[in-house]
């Protein structure tokens, strides 16, 4: 079988690990690096290749003539890119949001129908062990749950540049959200039913529209209730910036990651999957009220990092296609997880409740 020749569009933190995991599938072949500036060429330095370069997607398209796609660009880009990569035949796999308005990505998905190929989104936590640990250990807590999560980023430096970028088309609690907002929907299996968030700009680096530091708050069918925050910036807070925790009537568990909470990790890629351990409590009480149970801890040391996730993500991509893996519901949770993201931002711009 000849190998699946892939077009890599986005040569930044994920368009350069998602390389690096063809680069060493045979299954893939990748025919070229696509990039506006040098980083493209920094790629072909460290992949140790001579992989063809291009400034212009649609030329990049035209000539490389892939039978696959992998969008690792601003997600201002995204529904355009894809849109063109599906009308050329491509499959797709292609970084989070899937695009940067509901209705943007509707298209996408309608047009995945239409021409039978596969989009996968890449949600990195639902290929993470520990996550899926977490989730399945949230499922025995009874209902209703409290979901308290937050992903705050002292970013500085280059990852300045990239939030910045970044905030051009979204906020932090879009960007990033998607990804919790997904992770509270598989814990509850419950339907959302509002949505209030609150966010504060607080630079002048970013549009007079955005705000760079975003907190989201979701109700629940089930009684269930969650929280995540999100804040990119020099000025952010590095003190509990790190928190995952889900309780209900039975106990809690709480993803406890010494090392990746530590001060100066805030704003490390490879740090923001990282749980190393798991903390399950058990609220059982006898009739002095004292527990009955010790903690359970769930070692997590042997977790894959930031690059085997980015592998085992296009393991799956690869399966998709060749196993022709139905992507409905994949897609259907990329969609929902979008509507309730940007729910929250008209919260935030409205100051009102939204109900979903």
Not at 149 to 164: A, K
Request: charge should be negative.
């Amino acid at each position: 079988m000849n190998p699946i020749k892939i077009l890599i569009v986005g040569c930044g933190n994920m368009g350069a690990s998602h390389a690096a995991a063809y680069h060493q599938m045979p299954e893939f072949e990748i025919c070229g690096l696509v990039a506006r500036g040098e980083s493209k060429n920094r790629l072909n330095e460290k992949l140790k290749s001579n992989y063809p370069l291009f400034d212009k997607y649609e030329d990049a398209l035209a000539q490389s003539k892939p039978d696959a796609v992998c969008i690792s660009t601003y997600p201002d880009t995204h529904e355009e890119f894809a849109l063109k990569a599906l009308e050329a035949g491509c499959h797709i796999f292609i970084e989070k949001p899937l695009a940067d308005t509901v209705t943007g990505c509707e298209r996408i998905i309608q047009k995945a129908n239409e021409t039978g190929k596969k989009v996968v989104v890449g949600y990195i936590l639902r290929h993470h062990p520990s996550w899926i640990k977490f989730i399945e250990e949230s499922q025995k807590l009874g209902k209703p749950l409290v979901m308290r999560m937050n992903l705050n980023q002292q970013s500085h430096g280059y990852m300045w540049d990239v939030h910045r970028n970044l905030m051009k088309s979204l906020s932090p609690i879009v960007d990033c959200g998607v990804h919790y907002i997904d992770v509270m929907c598989q814990m509850t299996r419950s339907k959302p039913l509002s949505v209030t968030a609150i966010g504060a700009r607080l630079t002048d680096d970013i549009a007079s529209d955005n705000y760079n530091y975003g907190q989201l708050q979701i109700r629940f069918e089930d009684g269930s209730v969650g929280w995540y925050e999100a804040g990119w910036g020099p000025m952010i807070s590095e003190t509990a910036f790190f928190i995952k925790d889900v309780f209900g009537p039975k106990g809690s568990v709480s993803i406890v990651a010494k090392d990746a909470g530590a001060a100066g990790k805030s704003d490390d890629v490879d740090s923001h999957t990282k749980t190393e351990s798991i903390r399950v409590h058990h609220a059982a009480i006898n009739d002095q009220n004292e527990f009955l149970q010790a903690d359970e801890w769930i070692n997590m040391k042997d977790e894959p990092n930031h690059q085997e996730l980015c592998n085992r993500e296009q393991s799956y991509f690869l399966k998709a296609i060749q196993k022709d893996i139905d992507l409905s519901n994949h897609l259907l949770d990329a969609l929902n997880s979008l509507k309730i993201a940007f729910a929250c931002d008209e919260s935030v711009k409205s100051g009102k409740a939204i109900k979903l």
